[in-house]
């Protein structure tokens, strides 16, 4: 089903095609500035590596825009991704081997997507709050199952998974996040459910009267990030070796971070994949170029949330500055 | 009767005795005087926090940014009782206050000035302070604070201490705002329907101002208690505790979709959530904490859902003596 392009207003796309310019100039401006300040940053094989620390999140990103883009919202993400972490130590311990693993995480990260979007649609409630208990859910249950201990024993074969590569070059996360991108992109810009998602994001009201089923997207789509996040617990669980309860912690609001800076409104119905993927290499660039200075992880949260704020009140003030001049030549 | 039965705020409180009565049966220490004074002491945090984000959701807004204030806040304040060990405490109060009043200007100048979304800028302005606690600490242990600066909260007048009559104070401040000053009216106003808050001048802008602004002063207080309490500011300082303020709010009754809360449902989400927290390391286990509280969460929130339909049926085919949604429960 797939579908042309049309075309939409002009003044819109402008808008949105400065936003993604905008993040080209300052991914490229943080490549030259990581290449000036280190001379390792220019090397194929730690380029590479640098995006092992990243992709993951890209996963879960990928998916959340989706949700935001409909007006919903996972909190409960990076908890999820330690539940199914959680559940592939446990089998792990019973000696399943690595496709049981994977096909687990897959499959528990799905279930608890579904537990989501089953309480959010079903009792008509905001997945804010919902995810908000969910997340303590999850990861709650993490902690029963764990207490302070650790799962460390995986089969080998499983280490290969996060640690291996593709031509001895490409490690395999990256290669699967380009794949899921190019997927994500292509549903969500020429077919008809990208269609529609834009259409609920922005009115959820008309797109229901217009016969979508609103209801059924939204669930499915908690269903993909819960999915997503199965994905992303086997490539960091095996990159890691080792599954802890506080796994992933802080990292379901960075993912929002990166979708937000992509130029996807909170608001919904706004926005597009090709930001979604700029933002997740700006951020991976810049996470890594300060980890080349030995900058400490803490302290980039400071130039990222500057940047969320920016990204978000830069085009306000723009905006507000021209209209206080339109109003001044009348 | 009935209506009395049917409020929220009874049902919350049955539960609570109940909850309070099968714990002292397994375990009857926990009702001792120490062991409640602790109780009591342990929650006043908590409640002037809970009550701090009330005013956030009451407008539909959330901050998130509240802990990671807390802890800048306490880590400035520590730092200075460090380098001034001898500082009076009304010093160091006006200065926590000051800090934090600062910290929630910002929040307030691009929420309500710029209309930037509520999540997105405390979801910045949340990770900036957190990254700064770390650039200016990242820590200061107990023997580098002035014995006043941890003596304080601790300190008794008339039996109960200090940081419990804060709270109490808070309690009553709140709820003199809410219930006998117009501007307080004005929060529920424009949470329960800003388009009519509009029409009926109400300046939505001076008031979520105001809302932020109050989250910021009541969190700079709280991050001086915080430290002072515990003896150590550090990097973790209160970290993840945004979500039990939002927790204690919604298992209180208090609407994330805004225009619905009182201090009363706050302050009985409180003592739940604390409850819970402080019996469970006697009864079960402390890592059943978070599964339960998370459950807690979701169940309040399906119940709601519930009693909000009905309302929202009310509101369709009017009848006599039905409160309209904006008005808040006395």
């Known amino acids: 089903m797939l579908i042309g392009k049309t075309a939409p207003r002009r003044s819109r796309w402008a808008v949105l095609k400065r936003w993604e310019i905008i993040l080209l100039v300052i991914l490229v401006a943080i490549c030259a500035a990581n290449s000036w300040a280190s001379p390792y940053f220019l090397d194929l094989h730690n380029l590479f590596d640098s995006t092992q620390s990243f992709s993951e999140k890209a996963l879960l990103a990928l998916s959340m825009s989706l949700l935001i883009i409909g007006r919903d919202i996972d909190l409960s993400v990076a908890a999820i991704v330690a539940l199914c972490s959680v559940v592939m130590g446990w089998l792990a311990s019973q000696g399943v081997g690595m496709p049981g693993l994977v096909a687990a995480s897959v499959g528990v990260g799905t279930a608890a997507g579904m537990f989501n979007g089953g309480i959010i649609v079903g009792f008509k409630v905001p997945a804010i709050v919902v995810t908000i208990g969910t997340v303590s859910l999850f990861r709650g249950i993490c902690y029963i199952v764990l207490g302070d201990g650790a799962y460390t024993e995986y089969p080998a074969d499983f280490a290969a998974l996060g640690q291996g590569y593709l031509f001895d070059l490409i490690p395999y996360e990256f290669v699967v996040m380009i794949v899921a991108a190019a997927a994500f992109t292509l549903i969500v810009h020429r077919t008809t459910i990208g269609r529609k998602l834009y259409a609920y994001g922005n009115n959820p009201d008309a797109a229901r009267y217009s016969g979508i089923k609103v209801d059924a997207y939204r669930f499915w789509l908690f269903a993909a990030n819960g999915c997503m996040a199965g994905v992303a617990a086997a490539f960091l669980t095996s990159r890691m070796g080792a599954t802890r309860p506080n796994m992933a912690l802080g990292w379901d609001l960075e993912v929002i971070a990166i979708v937000v800076l992509g130029g996807v409104s909170i608001a919904g119905g706004s926005g597009t994949m090709i930001g979604v993927i700029l933002a997740i290499f700006v951020m991976g660039m810049m996470t890594f170029g300060l980890e080349l200075i030995n900058v400490p992880g803490i302290l980039m949260s400071i130039v990222v949330g500057l940047l969320l704020i920016t990204a978000v009140a830069l085009p306000i003030v723009v905006r507000k500055i021209s209209e206080r001049r339109a109003r001044a030549r009348h | ?330």
């Not at chain 2, 302005?125 to 002035?146: C, E, K, N, W």
């Not at chain 2, 006697?282 to 709601?304: C, E």
């Not at chain 2, 909000?308 to 309209?324: F, N, Q």
Request: charged share 10%.
């Open chain 2, 1 to 330: 009767m009935p209506s009395l039965l049917r409020r929220r705020e009874t049902v919350l409180a049955i539960i609570i005795a109940v909850l309070l009565i099968a714990i002292s049966l397994r375990a009857p220490v926990f009702l001792s005087a120490g062991s409640l004074d602790t109780l009591i002491t342990d929650s006043a945090i908590l409640a002037i926090m809970a009550l701090a984000q009330l005013l956030a959701l009451i407008t539909r807004g959330i901050d998130l940014s509240v802990a990671a204030n807390m802890a800048l806040t306490g880590m400035i304040t520590a730092l200075l009782s460090h380098a001034f060990p001898t500082m009076p405490i009304a010093l160091t109060l006006g200065i926590a206050l000051g800090v934090g009043l600062a910290l929630g200007a910002i929040n307030g100048v691009l929420i309500a000035w710029l209309e930037m979304p509520p999540i997105v800028v405390t979801l910045g302005t949340m990770s900036i302070y957190r990254g700064m606690v770390f650039a200016i600490g990242p820590r200061v242990d107990a023997h580098q604070l002035g014995a006043q600066f941890i003596a304080f909260p601790n300190e008794r007048l008339l039996g109960v201490t200090h940081i419990v009559w804060i709270a109490a104070l808070v309690v009553a401040a709140e709820y003199v705002f809410f219930h006998h000053l117009r501007r307080g009216r004005e929060l529920y106003a424009l949470g329960g329907n800003p388009a009519a808050a509009r029409y009926v001048g109400i300046d939505a802008a001076r008031v979520k101002l105001l809302v932020y602004l109050g989250t910021g002063l009541l969190s700079g207080l709280c991050g001086y208690l915080v430290v002072a309490r515990y003896a150590v500011a550090y990097t973790e300082t209160a970290l993840g505790f945004e979500m039990q303020t939002i927790a204690a709010c919604v298992i209180g009754g208090v609407s994330i979709a805004g225009g619905r809360g009182t201090v009363a449902g706050c302050l009985l989400g409180t003592a739940f959530l604390v409850i819970i927290f402080n019996a469970l390391p006697i009864i079960v286990s402390p890592f059943w904490q978070m599964a339960i509280s998370g459950t807690s969460i979701l169940i309040t929130v399906i119940v709601n859902s519930r009693s909000e339909r009905r309302r929202g049926k009310h509101i369709l085919a009017p009848a006599a003596g039905v409160t309209p949604r904006t008005e808040a429960p006395c």
